[in-house]
């Protein structure tokens, strides 16, 4: 489609949602009441590893106005022989992670769950039930869990054999390391730690949930996926799917965090007990706790080069922390990695390591940027040591269309090197840095790329014409940020009709087909398939009204500018017929206008990004300021070019938070010390600069609008980027994150 | 204990309501009031998403207690449009795209308001610094802080 012709992709239209989001009125997880509502509240483990021995709840069931208790035994149990997957989350896992079974495995792991009249009584009933606990030695650290001595988690946990904390092993391999190192004029092998870091959405995960007489259970609850909380919901409380409605609240964040549920089967169950709608609400305390965070991380890497900068072989080993239960995402780091780089010989190894943290949830591209951040340190210190510029390093070495990647998958049409350019030729880049400005502070640059695999996937829409012919679509996908106003500027392209005539909605899972979570950068790509096809139906159908009243052939209507017209030997003939003019028709010419697609989705390339940033050292304090940041991706399409900006300055300050200040930090008994906003420290608004996106526009040509996936891709380079800039700015390199105050002085005193 | 009584003004109107002794105004405004436009992020005046004027002065409503504003105004993000006219601040957000998941929205709309009733004139760095209690996880606040700058100039060529 070309730019040119477009009134309305690519236009900076007001969103879809905007006006209730800024009076007030969107109406988000924790806005929603049902008649005569009651509250429910969770009891969590005090301790970091315990067996759970027993659990009476009586004293708590007999506290008047307690209306309802629920434990472990309520929910459905998945035997830990047998997995049973959905997406890629194991039913074993969150059916224990929802509600601990045989062991709590962190401290905040939830054990027991209560509604009554308030809060108050529901939180006083907590503290009432009994639990007789088995304390059990506990671990943290990577370090720890991986020793021969440390305490096993989970008896049926084996790694070669033996018990132990790594609960799975991906390896990646491409060529011969071996082989390749053997080339190699230079290698560098460096090891890197990352702490886990918390997706930081504001709005804590909430719920209000309903189970009628007849067994019909409504959930009113923000997640990005209302399909998921009904197929989780469904397994965990065994009611069948049609007989659960989930409404998707607006969502206020999820980062990744929110593809999974926490709350929802339990309020369910005490609604089912009780016979009471029940609404829960998590504390940030909890929401700190007992979700998310993404992994920490332990990585080697290790890369040899030839003299003129040939990348010959690359290894990575990644240990990611999985917290109490298995499953971190291993596939980011030992995919990603390298992915940017044309490389003949990779070996590529993740371990999944449980421990007595809360079970880590997705986070923006997942993994990649532990990955990322060690590969492109590396690649720092090798462009220096042959005295390289950093970007020509990577030009010399970018991936390559039909090249052949280390996760399996062979590229297509690939726009890695753009990116890389789109950076040299920047006048941020190319612009001189005054390195020593003043006493006591020191400047230096640093960039760093990344990759992240993008996704399809199923997606569904449905088009319909209103009957004074205007226009709704729905789809099946939460709006985490503004994919309703990109639909809205592909409806109104492809009809040819104002903007303002177009609603766009977010069905519920009883009135749009299924359709897959808002994650993984693929609901613009999905979506704007879905509805493209739908209105193309559409237009179909009002080429064939048009023709039935001119009594003339389907195949001699067009449709352009909102209007049919004759066209072919009929061109002319007849007046043109709008929108409006066939919707007031459609009755006596055949019945209502509309369509839907419903499609599991394909060809969506991956993204890859480059990030060139300043920082400026105190080095007095230690403390570290962005001063300028620019990040160029390849956007495909940008239907909605403020939205897609917002993904990649937002995705940057979010990489920002985890390379200087984001950081779980337990104490010895195993408890998360700093779980409140202002000990867990995001960027605010002071911390960081404007931050620049370069969007570069080459399309996907796998899709309608030639849209690539954005969202993921901007999280993966920044860790590196601040780190090889720190470095620039001391001559000191830094090898775990985040680089702190305290630790920044560690090393400058060191 | 017994609920206590308290006559206030909410965005102009006489407002009474009851509450118990330890109430966040925030909890009494959400759950008492159905004013859900100020949001609980953190509960521990952190996150400023639950930003209220009381009496004029900006203020997180999770750190009031509901019994103590009888006499007081108060103004929550539900005041700050009239009727369907949009306040230039929020009608800036949504031209320049200045929020994605919306939550911390309300909060960043009360301060930035609070912001330019005493500054007309902020520079970037006032700007950022007087939001620095509004926290955002989506936005990365450039278009936050770009559509508060560029209401302000507006609101002066306009005065």
């Keep these: 489609m070309n730019a040119i012709d477009n009134k309305w992709i690519g236009k900076r239209t007001i969103r879809p949602d905007g006006a209730d989001k800024v009076t007030g009125r969107a109406g988000y997880s924790a806005d929603h009441n049902m008649p005569g509502q009651i509250w429910g509240r969770v009891l969590r483990s005090p301790h970091p590893h315990a067996v759970i021995r027993g659990i009476d709840t009586s004293k708590a069931e007999a506290l008047p106005g307690v209306k309802a208790v629920v434990t472990a035994k309520d929910i459905v149990d998945f035997p830990l022989d047998k997995s049973v997957m959905l997406g890629i989350q194991d039913m074993r896992w969150m059916c224990r992670n929802v509600m601990a079974r045989e062991k709590a495995l962190f401290h905040g792991h939830p054990v027991a769950a209560v509604a009554a009249i308030s809060e108050e009584v529901a939180e006083a009933a907590c503290k009432l039930i009994e639990v007789d606990y088995e304390v059990l030695p506990h671990v943290i650290e990577i370090e720890d869990a991986i020793k021969p001595d440390a305490p096993i988690l989970h008896d049926f946990v084996r790694h070669e054999g033996k018990p132990s904390n790594i609960a799975t092993t991906m390896v990646n391999k491409l060529g011969d390391v071996e082989a390749g190192f053997a080339q190699a004029d230079l290698i560098i092998e460096r090891s890197f730690k990352t702490r886990p870091v918390h997706q930081g959405y504001i709005e804590p995960h909430a719920c209000t949930v309903s189970y009628a007489a007849d067994g019909r259970v409504t959930i009113w609850s923000s997640s990005q996926g209302q399909f998921m909380v009904r197929a989780m919901t469904s397994l965990l409380t065994g009611i069948p799917q049609s007989n659960i409605r989930a409404i998707p609240a607006e969502i206020g964040g999820g980062f990744g965090a929110k593809t999974i549920i926490y709350l929802e089967p339990v309020a369910v169950l005490l609604a089912k007990k009780s016979g009471r709608p029940v609404k829960m609400v998590m504390s940030r305390d909890e929401v700190f706790r007992a979700t998310g965070p993404t992994s920490g991380s332990m990585s080697t890497v290790k890369i040899g080069v030839k003299n003129d900068g040939t990348i010959v072989a690359a290894q990575g080993t990644f240990y990611l922390q999985a917290g109490g239960l298995p499953g971190s995402p291993l596939r980011g780091p030992v995919g990603c990695s390298f992915s940017p780089y044309h490389i003949e010989n990779v070996l590529s190894v993740g371990y999944d390591v449980v421990s007595n943290r809360s079970k880590v949830a997705a986070y923006r591209a997942p993994g990649a940027p532990l990955g990322a951040y060690a590969t492109e340190c590396v690649l720092d210190e090798i462009a220096e040591k042959l005295g390289m510029d950093k970007l020509e390093l990577r030009l010399k070495n970018t991936a390559k269309p039909g090249g052949k990647t280390v996760y399996g998958a062979t590229f297509g049409a690939i726009t890695f090197k753009e990116t890389v350019e789109a950076i040299k030729y920047h006048p941020h880049y190319t612009a001189p840095l005054d390195k020593n400005p003043s006493k006591g502070v020191v400047r230096g640059r640093g960039v760093a790329s990344g990759f992240w695999f993008n996704a399809g996937g199923e997606s569904s829409a449905q088009l319909n014409i209103t009957e004074d012919g205007n226009v709704n679509v729905t789809t099946g996908h939460p709006d985490v940020g503004g994919s309703r106003a990109s639909i809205a500027n592909v409806t109104a392209e492809l009809l040819g009709i104002d903007h303002s005539r177009i609603s766009v909605l977010i069905g519920d899972t009883s009135s749009i087909g299924f359709s897959n979570l808002t994650g993984g950068s693929r609901v613009t790509f999905a979506s704007a398939m879905v509805v493209t096809q739908s209105a193309e139906k559409v237009i179909g159908q009002l080429k064939e009204r048009a023709a039935k009243i001119w009594k003339i052939d389907p195949e001699a209507v067009i449709w352009d500018n909102g209007e049919a017209r004759p066209a072919g030997p009929n061109a002319g003939q007849f007046p043109p017929l709008t929108l409006k003019d066939l919707a007031a028709k459609a009755n006596e010419m055949g019945g209502p206008i509309g369509a839907g697609v419903q499609l599991n989705t394909t060809g969506a390339d991956p993204g890859f990004a480059t990030h060139c940033v300043d920082v400026e050292v105190d080095v007095d304090l230690g403390i570290v300021r962005v001063l300028r940041y620019t990040a160029a991706q390849d956007v495909g399409r940008a239907l909605h070019p403020d939205y897609v900006e917002g993904q990649i300055q937002g995705g940057v300050v979010q990489g920002i938070g985890w390379a200087l200040s984001e950081e779980y930090l337990y104490n010895a008994k195993g408890q998360l010390d700093n779980a409140s906003f202002l000990d867990y420290r995001m960027p605010v608004c002071s911390d960081v600069p404007m931050i620049e996106p370069i969007m570069l526009e080459i399309p996907n040509p796998k899709h309608p609008q030639g849209v690539r996936g954005v969202g993921e891709a901007p999280i993966v380079p920044p860790l590196a980027a601040i780190a090889n800039a720190i470095h620039d700015a001391l001559g000191k390199r830094f090898y775990s994150l985040p680089m702190s105050p305290p630790k920044v002085l560690a090393v400058i005193d060191g | ?159």
């Design chain 2, 1 to 159: 204990m017994a609920k206590l009584h308290v006559t206030t003004t909410i965005n102009g109107e006489p407002t009474e309501f009851l509450c118990d002794p330890s109430q966040s105004m925030l909890d009494v405004l959400r759950n008492s009031l159905g004013l859900t436009g100020s949001k609980e992020g953190c509960g521990t005046g952190d996150c400023g998403s639950c930003s209220i004027t009381l009496d004029g002065r900006l203020t997180c409503s999770c750190l009031v207690l509901a019994a103590e504003v009888g006499g007081h105004e108060i103004t929550t993000i539900e005041g700050m449009a009239q009727g369907d006219e949009l306040h230039p601040l929020q009608q800036k957000f949504l031209e320049m795209a200045a929020l994605q998941c919306g939550i911390c929205t309300p909060g960043v709309l009360m301060a930035a308001r609070s912001l330019l009733e005493k500054n007309p004139e902020p520079t970037e760095t006032e700007v950022r610094f007087w939001l620095a209690g509004n926290l955002c996880r989506c936005t990365g606040y450039d278009k936050i802080v770009r559509a508060v700058l560029e209401t302000a100039a507006e609101m002066r060529s306009a005065a």
